[in-house]
Structure formats: C-alpha cells, structure tokens
C-alpha cells in the first residue's frame, strides 16, 4: 500500500498524519518471552482503571514513529536553522549554556512545597535577578510572577487600581498610543479601564501637547511602549510622564522592546512606575518557543506595597517568602512564575556582564539601522529617520505591480528566510517589521539584503510567480481566509486529500 502519491520533493518528505499510517500489529518493542503463565489485563486490575480500546489508534514500528516525528520537525522553522527577523519578538539565538543551566538536575528536581531552609541558593538566586532587572530598568522592586508580556501587564494595571483604590480615587480610563501592541489594548479592556487612543505624530512617535489634552483625573495611567513597535524612541517620554504625574495618574511603560536599551538609557529615569520585560525576548528563551514565558514587572518604590505575594525577602543571610502585605493585589500565579525561564535570564545576565548587555543592546540597534540603509531605496520607508532594534518599510513601491506584503514576505520563505512581522503595527499600511536582533553577523545580514532586493526586482519583472510564492516548501500558500473562517481544530477522521489540516 502508497499513502498519498509518489512525488518529487527531494527531501521535503511527504508526511500523513500518524492516523493514517502503520498497520494492525506493529509494535515499537519486542519483548523477550515470558516465563510465567500469561493472564488478561480483565482478571487482576479493577475495570474502572482499565482503559477501553482505542479506536484508530496507530500502530507503527519504532522506525516509522522516529522518520514522522523527525520529518514534521524539519518542516518547522526556528532561531537555530536560520534568521529570524520577525519583528516585535526578538526572535534572538539563545546561547546553549543557559539551556544547559537550566536543565541541571538541582534546578529540575527541586519542587515548590519545599522548605526554604532546602532552597537558600534558588531564593538567592531568584532575589538576585530581581535586583539585576531593576537595576536594568532604572525601578526599586521586582516580581518575578507575571508568565508572559501581557501578563506582566495585567499585574500592572491591577496593582495601579490598587494604588488609586489606597487614595480613594476610582479612575476608569486608560491612554494608549496607536501604535500599541494588541496585549495594551487587550490588558486595559481587562481589567475594565477604557480605552483612549493617543494618535501618533508625524515621527511616528506621541508628541507632549496630545498628551496634555487628553490627560485628566478621570485617566489611571498611560501605557508607552519604549522603544515604540514602529522601532522608534519615544524622545518625550519624560516629559509625558511629567504631564501623567501632574495629573496624578500613572505611567505604564511596555518594556518588551528592552533588546535596545539595556545599559543604554534606564527607564525609570524616564518618569516610567512601572515596566515589565519580556526575558523570553530579550533574555534568552526564544518568543514563541513553544515552552513557557516570563514576563517579570518591575516598579518604583511607592508602588511596591501592591506587588504580587509571596514577596523574597532578604533576613541577614537567610531569604524566605513574606506573604503579610495588605495592600497586596495577592497571587496572579501558581507559585513563583515560570521559574526555568528566569534561571536562563539569569545565567545570561551573568554571563554578558554589564559591559555585554549594553554591547547586545548596541549591536541589536546597528543591525536594525544598516539592514533600514541598505534597504530604503529599495522598500518604502514610512518613518525615515535612525531607528532603534527594528525598522518598518512598507509595500508602497511594488502597489504598481500588484505585489503586496503578503507577497513578499511568502516569497522570503523561498529563499530560506522566516518572514518578517507583516501587517504590524496597524498604523503602517501593508507594514512590513522587521528585527534583525545583535546575534546575526554581517554576512547573515547580507544574505538577507540581497535576498530582499532580488524579491523587489522580481516584483517588477515576474509579479504572477511571486503571487503563488512560497513554492519551494511542504506547506504552499494557504486559504488564510477559509482557515480563519473555519478552522478546523480537531482531527475528526480520514483526510482524504491527505492535506495538513488548517490548524490543529
Ligand atoms: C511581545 C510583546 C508583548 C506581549 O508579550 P507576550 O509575552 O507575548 O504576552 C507586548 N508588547 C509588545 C510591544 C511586544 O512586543
């Protein structure tokens, strides 16, 4: 028996679901003989523990199970097969050694219900990493709780309704740039704040004066990101920040584009309350790695009171967990947080040092620049001016050709490349984000240069072929309108295309 058909792909195996593979009988193990009398499962385990048979259920041999397994892994794309420019995410190489680090049997095999007196060094070492963050950050304290960016978010607003509700004041509205990430958006509607919308100016950033028109005593905080996602510095945030305060609301800064300024500019100097941090961007655990974040919230000392419990405490030479603080808005999650992905942020921390961190950060910048030089004649370039870790072209120049960024960016994965973020921010028609982060060399960078000018004169000369890209790939342009429309989340029976699902 074939499954599927016989086709030239080289390499790019054809793949069916493990449903539709294997054959009555096959075994991934072969035992020895037994020596003692065989008996059914029936006689001796109590039937509500046995299980029922499994309709379907695939029966394969080891080889078979192995060839699936290893061939849908190479269908994926990661940090480590090639460069990754997606921007917004920092999708940076991640040094193996905190990865090694973190997989150390007295980091794995410890539990959370242990004593504390048995866990002095993972207390030390989670209060030392509090501190480095707040260090970075320009901010007095720390929590470590917050399981990814929006999460980290969420603390934050909740912790400054605390502090309004410790004032006596109720405030229900919140001020958020156009530029804003969706989690922004999504955090103040949350935790029932309103939405207002600050336009930003011609540069791309929020000017002092929208600010000031907007901001009375009925807005809890402004929330800025810092380095913008349009990749630009919010020059005025000081000033803004003074505008908040005068005002008394708060100011909430969107930290998870930290890749550009550690070491470089501290953002509590800024006027900023509090700031959370992606570690699984900027602090090595890949975004989107398939495996937990961590998205710590640092803050200044009048808000400490509101941070999550348990709080580290530091007792002479003896740390513990202090759970007596009333204002507290109390636990937002199990535990300590996603305590892996902090002990990789921690080991890197340790291993750039001070001086490496603001190397990254640098680095992280000039690439974002040189790659936005080399490719300004070629894209267009909403905001020409330096940017910071990311750049924002447009498909402006290819309109003519009918050529979109969709387009391009499908035609990237052509030439091995992971597409750059499209369609983000959404103030930028047809945006097209790319962050190329300090870990690419100049060649790797090139290669991608190159690739992109070829892809704008193939716009020109060959726009039909570049509207089926990508080509060269398993998966070929999708329907993305029938799988958003109606996708199909569960795997109900026979394909009999033998096509990938549209979502699993
Ligand atoms: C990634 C990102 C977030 C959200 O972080 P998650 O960990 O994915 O929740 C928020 N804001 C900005 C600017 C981001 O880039």
């Known amino acids: 028996m074939i499954i599927g058909k016989i086709k030239d792909n080289g390499l790019i195996q054809d793949e069916p679901l493990i449903f539709e593979q294997g054959g009555e009988g096959r075994r991934g193990y072969s035992l020895p003989q037994w020596d003692v009398e065989e008996v059914e499962a029936q006689q001796t385990i109590p039937p509500h523990l046995l299980k029922e048979e499994l309709e379907g259920f695939p029966q394969m041999s080891e080889v078979d199970v192995v060839r699936h397994f290893t061939r849908l892994s190479q269908w994926n794309f990661g940090v480590d097969s090639g460069f990754y420019p997606l921007g917004s995410c920092t ?4 040094p193996k050694l ?13 539990h959370p219900y242990q004593p504390e007196e048995s866990v002095q060094g993972i207390l030390k070492l989670m209060y030392e990493l509090q501190s480095f963050l707040a260090e970075i950050t320009g901010m007095d304290q720390v929590t470590l709780q917050p399981a990814a960016g929006a999460h980290g978010e969420l603390t934050g607003l909740m912790m400054i309704r605390a502090a309004l509700k410790a004032r006596g004041q109720k405030r229900r509205k919140v001020l958020v740039p156009d530029t804003a990430h969706g989690t922004n958006c999504s955090t103040s509607t949350v935790t029932s704040f309103q939405m207002i919308e600050i336009k930003s100016n011609e540069k791309g950033i929020i000017s002092p004066d929208q600010v000031a028109r907007l901001m009375d005593e009925d807005i809890a905080a402004i929330m800025v990101t810092n380095p913008n996602t349009l990749g630009l510095f919010e020059e005025h945030l000081a000033e803004i920040a003074q505008i908040v305060h005068q005002k008394g609301g708060f100011v909430y800064c969107d930290g998870a584009n930290l890749n550009a300024l550690m070491g470089i ?23 989107g790695g398939g495996g937990p974040g961590s998205g710590p919230l640092a803050v200044k000392k009048e808000l400490a009171p509101f941070l999550p419990i348990p709080i580290i405490v530091k007792e002479g030479e003896t740390y513990r967990f202090s759970e007596n603080h009333p204002l507290s808005i109390g636990k937002i999650k199990a535990f300590y947080g996603n305590f892996g992905v902090t002990l990789k942020a921690y080991a890197y921390i340790l291993s750039m040092g001070a001086e490496g961190l603001k190397r990254a950060s640098e680095m992280a910048v000039l690439n974002a620049n040189y790659l936005m030089n080399r490719l300004k004649q070629y894209y267009y370039l909403p905001y020409d001016r330096p940017c910071m870790h990311e750049c924002v072209f447009t498909d402006r120049y290819q309109e003519k050709h009918h050529v979109t960024t969709l387009d391009i960016a499908k035609r990237l994965i052509d030439y091995g490349f992971h597409p750059p973020t499209i369609y983000f921010p959404l103030v930028v028609k047809g945006a097209l984000m790319m962050e190329p982060t300090e870990t690419e060399s100049k060649e790797g960078l090139n290669r991608f240069i190159e690739t992109m000018i070829h892809i704008a004169k193939e716009a020109q000369e060959n726009p039909d072929f570049l509207r089926q890209a990508p080509q060269r790939v398993k998966v070929r342009r999708l329907d993305e309108v029938l799988a958003a429309r109606k996708p199909k989340l569960r795997w109900t029976g026979k394909n009999p295309n033998n096509q990938i699902p549209s979502s699993q």
């Open 265 to 287: 500019v501290k953002l509590g100097s800024l006027g900023v309350d509090m700031v959370h941090l992606n570690l699984h961007k900027t602090f090595s655990t890949p975004h």
């Open 98 to 110: 905190n990865e090694e680090i973190a997989r150390m049997k007295g980091f794995t095999s410890i």
């Open 91 to 94: 999708m940076k190489y991640n």
